[in-house]
Each structure stands twice: as structure tokens, then as C-alpha cells.
């Protein structure tokens, strides 16, 4: 993150403290794990856009191997209770050109997921049953 996008971060901070600086550091590089992880392009070659929906798992994804089992702790820690939350952070950075969106992104996008810290907990436990079965998350099916 180069100094710019830092002051940026610090002027949403300013206008609105609910969530802090390390928050958005966060969301802005699980924003780019999810943009990489996801396959970018259609049959065609022609770039696809992530949606909320795909931003949010993505996010969470990131905070599971960023911080493993105290990822839920981490997320409370920041204010991020609900999937609107993140989504919060994202539309600020929008905002603020950190980001951008289509034209039918909406913030609503990112609802869905009304306790984050608890789902956080269910993607952990599974990714540690799935560890001690010997299956990757493609072969478990996932949840959300």
C-alpha cells in the first residue's frame, strides 16, 4: 500500500472511526487474495467482475489463513459483525478510489451473512474436519 492509498485510509478514519485503519488494510488486500483466487477471465478472455457475494466469502477465506482460529476474535475486534460490515469498508474505499465497482454493485450485495464472527467459526471448523478427513475445501463442498 503506498503512502496515497495510506492518507486515504486515515481520511475515512477521520469521517467515520467505527472501523479502524487495520480494518480496511485488511479488507483492501482480502480484496485483492479474492480477485487473484478467483479465475478473472471467461471462455472468451474477457475479464469478469467479482461480485459482493464472492468479495465476502473471499474475505473470510483470507481471514482464515491469515489469522487462522483467532480470526473471529480479529473480525469482532474491528467492528465487523455482519457481512454489511465488510461491505461498509469496501463501498468507503469505493469512495475514496481505493476501489471500484460496476454499475450493479450495490452495498445491499453484501448482506446475507447476519453473524460474521459465528460463520467465521463454522468456516474454521470445517476447514479443521476436512483437514483431519484429508479433503481440500473444493472436495467438501464448502459453505457459506
Do not use: C
Not at 480470526?71 to 469505493?94: C, H, K, Q
Not at 452495498?107 to 463454522?122: H, K, Q, T, W
Amino acid at each position: 500500500m503506498d503512502k496515497n492509498e495510506e492518507k486515504a485510509l486515515y481520511g475515512i478514519v477521520s469521517r467515520d472511526p467505527k472501523y479502524p485503519v487495520a480494518a480496511y488494510k485488511f479488507v483492501s488486500a482480502g480484496v485483492q487474495y479474492t480477485v487473484h483466487s478467483h479465475q478473472r477471465t471467461d471462455k472468451q478472455g474477457v475479464e469478469r467482475h467479482v461480485t459482493g457475494q464472492e468479495l465476502l466469502r473471499g474475505i473470510l477465506e483470507f481471514a482464515a489463513l491469515q489469522y487462522g482460529f483467532l480470526a473471529p476474535d480479529v473480525l469482532e475486534y474491528w467492528n465487523f459483525r455482519s457481512g454489511r460490515d465488510i461491505g461498509n469498508t469496501v463501498y468507503a474505499m469505493i469512495g475514496a478510489g481505493l476501489l471500484s465497482a460496476g454499475p450493479n454493485d450495490r452495498l445491499e450485495d453484501f448482506d446475507g451473512i447476519d453473524d460474521l464472527v459465528g460463520a467465521m467459526s463454522r468456516i474454521l471448523m470445517r476447514k479443521k474436519m476436512n483437514a483431519e478427513k484429508g479433503l481440500d475445501e473444493h472436495e467438501s463442498g464448502g459453505e457459506q
